[in-house]
């Protein structure tokens, strides 16, 4: 699996819908990472290589999904992204966690393993 690019409907449809609901109600049945990221970001070009390990690395247990700060700026505005990269760490159930800043791999394995696919199989069994 791939990263997958995110548009304001998409995020919409597969994520969650802010223009019909205020209270947080994620649509996925995955746990996800949205990348908030821009081209011309030289840390967001750095991260980008672990996203799709990572991808590839968790398939069929994680979503990662990117979206371009540059295009995409009414999703941008929603989540007040200030600075780039900016990561939703979004779980199956609870609230997602807005983190900005690159990581290195193990860190992201890390939030991955104890707050995003530890907490979908926990709810599920």
Known sequence: MKTVKLTTEDFKQLVFDYTSETEWNYKGTLPAIIDFYADWCGPCKMVAPILEELAAAYK????????????????????????????LFIPTVGQPMLQPGAFPKNVFEKIIDEHLVAKSVTTTD
């Open 60 to 87: 069929d247990k994680l979503v990662i999904y990117k979206v371009d700060t540059e295009v995409e700026q009414e999703l941008s505005a929603v989540f007040n992204i200030r600075s780039i990269p900016t990561f």
